[in-house]
């Protein structure tokens, strides 16, 4: 995967310099030295309790620290600092007067990055400030590196979550065409589906794969024969039979799939002829063993199947539809989710309207 950045060099003058001492003479040597080399982008303080405060109101990119400093020490800044940063790698120069060796190593163990000696020297500076903002600027460009690689992979994850979808539909409207006389059914059913499980209460991104995953509930269809599938009368016992089997072959059809959506799809064809009270098809599972994709499809298939006409039967009134899922509220279905239906019969005439056959 290649990855473009922008061509923006940084120069001396993007990086921001905050130095803190609280000698006053210190601070404005440590700045003109910076100051000739390029880095004009500097902020010095004399109190180190004012060092988190520059903090809050920008980012900087290097700090000059002194150890031995009143109210603060240095050692209680950088532990401030680090606090505040958490991960993100800001260089610290730590300046002392102390010629302690343990004072320098402390100061490296608690977050310093290199440290200089007073009195200072004036080219040891000027190197040292170089050598962390080079590291500084490698840091950030590593940072570029990885947004554009993280942008890159989200776009392709887009792409591949649209293919998915896209394939799903089309995957449905193959079962559309073993079943013509289904119409609009298979997006009723996914608009029903979706404000369900929204409604229940489900994130909206799960109410939108369960949406996405509905239409697919009568997928195991294309497995059964054309005079069981086509008959224009009711089916004998053993035809019935037959067409129960479309709820496992759905599932085989779309299951062992690394793709949450066809999971979910898989799911809702093994389960949307469950019933509550556990005598369903295909494995028998009673009240919250049935998945809740699978309990809400059920109730959105059933209704729509009840409201829409088809060669063997006349379309029911939205009023009869409703009266069936009371009297099976318990029984056939969830009957919080049939309440939930019911209480919500103002969106589900929006979606008759809207997906109309």
Known sequence: MEIKLDNHMFAKSDFKI???????????????????????????????????????KQSFDLLLLDIEMPHMNGFEVMSEVRKRLGDELLPILVLTGLKDKE??????????????????DQTEVIL????????RESYLIQQQVNAALEAKVQERTEELNLANEILIHRLAKVGEFRDKDTGQHVQRVGAY???????YGLPADISYMINRAA????IGKVGIRDDILLKPGK?????RETMKTHAEMGAEIL???DSLLLQLAASIAQSHHERWDGKGYPTGLAGESIPIEGRITAISDVFDALTTERPYKKAWSVAKAISYLQQEAGNSFDPHLVEIFINNLD??????????D
Do not use: W
């Open 347 to 356: 969106r589900v005439e929006k979606i008759r309207q809207q997906y109309a």
């Open 255 to 257: 299951g062992n799939h």
């Open 215 to 218: 239409p697919l509930h009568d």
């Open 235 to 239: 089916l004998d016992s053993d035809q």
């Open 193 to 199: 589906a979706k404000m369900l499980a929204e409604c």
């Open 128 to 135: 040292r400030v170089k050598n962390l903002i080079k590291i």
């Open 103 to 120: 004072v320098r190593n402390r100061a490296l163990s608690e977050g310093g990055t290199d440290f200089i000696n007073k009195p200072f």
């Open 18 to 56: 905050l130095i803190c001492d609280d000698s006053v003479t210190n601070v404005m040597v440590l700045g003109k030295l910076c100051e000739s080399e390029g880095y004009t982008n500097i902020q010095t303080v004399t109190d180190p309790r004012k060092v988190l405060t520059a903090m809050d």
